[in-house]
C-alpha cells in the first residue's frame, strides 16, 4: 500500500470548485486473494463498494457502472489490480450553511500501476459536480 499525507497539497478544479487533495492512497486489490476468477473478484469488489458507499455517502466510484455490467455480464478479464482512493476537500459550501466548514469528497477507481494516479484524478474530478456529491463538515471551535 502507498499512502501520501503531507503539507504540499495538489490543487484539483472539480466541476467549477476548486479543491485541495489531503489524502491519496495506493493499495493491491486483490492481496490476500488466495484463488477466484475475474467475475467471482468482480462480485467481491461490488459488495465492497456497496459497504463503503453505504458508510460513506459522499464516496464517488469511478466507472462504477461499467463494474456493475461486467459482472452481470459475466465478463471473465481481471480489472485492473490498483485500487486508489483520493480524499479532496474544498472552502466552498452549501448556500443554505451558515456555519464554518468546508465540505469534503472521496474519489476511489481503479487502474493499471502503469498510470499515474494524481493525473488520472485529475481526469476524473474535472467533469463532477462538488456540489450535489461532496459533504459539508463544520469546523471545530
Not at 22 to 42: A, F, I, K, N
Not at 104 to 120: E, G, I, N
Amino acid at each position: 500500500m502507498i499512502q501520501m499525507e503531507n503539507d504540499e497539497l495538489r490543487s484539483y478544479q472539480v466541476g467549477s470548485i476548486h479543491a485541495e487533495l489531503r489524502s491519496l492512497t495506493v493499495s493491491d486489490d486483490r492481496e490476500g486473494m488466495l484463488e477466484g476468477t475475474p467475475h467471482l473478484h468482480r462480485r467481491f469488489r461490488l459488495r465492497s463498494i456497496d459497504k463503503q458507499m453505504a458508510a460513506t455517502p459522499y464516496l464517488y466510484v469511478h466507472d462504477l457502472d461499467k463494474i456493475r455490467a461486467d459482472a452481470e455480464a459475466r465478463v471473465e478479464e481481471w480489472m485492473p489490480r490498483e485500487r486508489v482512493r483520493a480524499e479532496l476537500t474544498s472552502w466552498w459550501t452549501p448556500e443554505d450553511t451558515a456555519e464554518f466548514g468546508q465540505t469534503v469528497l472521496s474519489v476511489m477507481w481503479f487502474q493499471t500501476a502503469r498510470k499515474d494516479p494524481f493525473a488520472y484524478l485529475a481526469t476524473i474530478v474535472r467533469p463532477l459536480d462538488w456540489p450535489a456529491l461532496a459533504r459539508f463538515e463544520p469546523c471545530d471551535d
